[in-house]
Structures are given as structure tokens and as C-alpha cells.
T-cell receptor
Framework: QKEVEQNSGPLSVPEGAIASLNCTYS??????FFWYRQYSGKSPELIMF????GDKEDGRFTAQLNKASQYVSLLIRDSQPSDSATYLC?????????????FGRGTSLIVHP | SQTIHQWPATLVQPVGSPLSLECTVEGTSNPNLYWYRQAAGRGLQLLFYSVGIGQISSEVPQNLSASRPQDRQFILSSKKLLLSDSGFYLCAWSKQSGGYTFGSGTRLTVV
């Protein structure tokens, strides 16, 4: 069973702090990794993707990938109340050009003023 | 630019009734298309995906079916709905191994 695991939370951080969200995956051959933000009652929206080991920064967001340890993380700097949402980790699992997107259950983030 | 349309936004259907949800993508060709279901408080469950016209792969056995009659059209159907079919249905598209763009979703309540 190919799986993506996330702590369901909620993760509560004060405004202005760094929020750290983690995700582990079971398929060692996975190549593509994504973070989605989902507000309550809305559809997920892509906020970051990462393909290579290391860090990738986009504004207040940094995605970190460690393929050897099979984890990917998302850091949100200077957290704002508007960042309060569920964050979904997604991994493309498969090989040979056939990839199946697998999502974790998501981590609920609460940023309090 | 690419857009994805999904309708209806909400639907209340009695048990045993049929279902048809439609999704269309604009601004791209030969996209990979997906149907997901998200039950209350649960993660995204992949139901079907399609890499081309008439090519449908099912991930979860159930009373739902999917069809892709045109390159950018994906339809989710059921002949007889069950209470357990209630949930938030999401259509998504991607190109090859890229990220997924979701439609706005259909909230289905089976009563």
C-alpha cells in the first residue's frame, strides 16, 4: 500500500511565527511532491511543488525534500491568520511515466493573533 | 490560460437515484483527468483517473463509474446512489507528472 502520512493536527502557532508542516511517503521511487492549501469548504489550491532534494523558497513558503529519509516539509514564515487552513501533501507515486497522485489526510493549521 | 469547470456546486439526491457530475477543462489538450472524493474530515480519495479519451482507471471498487467522451470532458456517474456516496467531489487535471489543478467541487448529500 503506497501511503502519504501527515499529522492531522491541529497545529497552532501565534501570528508572526514559523509554522512547520511535515509529510512522509512510502514509495521510494516518488519523484514529484506538492503542497496544497485547502480552506474549509473549498477545493485545494497548489502552493508549492518540489522535485529535487534540498530547499525551494517562494515568498513566505519553503518546501524541503529529503528523498533518502522519504519526507517532505513545508515551512511558512511570518504566519498570518489568513494562513489558517488544512495543508495537504501530495506525492506522485509510480514509474515509467505512469504516476498516481496520492494525498495525505492533511494537517490543520491555526494561526492565532 | 487553463481553467477547469465543475458543476453543479451542490446537489441533494435521494438514495437510489442516479448521478451525473460533469467536469470540463479549457486551454489545454490531452490532460490527465481525475475524480476525487473527500468525505467529511477525511483525506482525498482518488476514484478514477484518465490519461486519454475512453481510457479510465478505477482506484476504488464502488457503485460509481466514470467516462471521458471528449478530450477535455470527464463525467462521474452512478445508477443508484447510496448514503455512503455523500461527500465533496473534486475533479482535477494535470499534465504528465505535474501538479494538479482542482475544480471548485460538488458537495453531494444523499438523503
Amino acid at each position: 500500500q503506497k501511503e502519504v502520512e501527515q499529522n492531522s493536527g491541529p497545529l497552532s502557532v501565534p501570528e508572526g511565527a514559523i509554522a512547520s508542516l511535515n509529510c512522509t511517503y512510502s514509495d521510494r521511487g516518488s519523484q514529484s511532491f506538492f503542497w496544497y492549501r485547502q480552506y474549509s469548504g473549498k477545493s485545494p489550491e497548489l502552493i508549492m511543488f518540489i522535485y529535487s532534494n534540498g530547499d525551494k523558497e517562494d515568498g513566505r513558503f519553503t518546501a524541503q525534500l529529503n528523498k533518502a529519509s522519504q519526507y517532505v516539509s513545508l515551512l511558512i514564515r511570518d504566519s498570518q491568520p489568513s494562513d489558517s487552513a488544512t495543508y495537504l501533501c501530495a506525492v506522485n507515486m509510480g514509474s515509467g511515466g505512469s504516476y498516481i497522485p496520492t494525498f495525505g489526510r492533511g494537517t490543520s493549521l491555526i494561526v492565532h493573533p | 490560460s487553463q481553467t477547469i469547470h465543475q458543476w453543479p456546486a451542490t446537489l441533494v439526491q435521494p438514495v437510489g437515484s442516479p448521478l451525473s457530475l460533469e467536469c470540463t477543462v479549457e486551454g489545454t489538450s490531452n490532460p490527465n483527468l481525475y475524480w476525487y472524493r473527500q468525505a467529511a474530515g477525511r483525506g482525498l480519495q482518488l476514484l478514477f483517473y484518465s490519461v486519454g479519451i475512453g481510457q479510465i482507471s478505477s482506484e476504488v471498487p464502488q457503485n460509481l463509474s466514470a467516462s471521458r467522451p471528449q478530450d477535455r470532458q470527464f463525467i462521474l456517474s452512478s445508477k443508484k446512489l447510496l448514503l455512503s456516496d455523500s461527500g465533496f467531489y473534486l475533479c482535477a487535471w494535470s499534465k504528465q507528472s505535474g501538479g494538479y489543478t482542482f475544480g471548485s467541487g460538488t458537495r453531494l448529500t444523499v438523503v
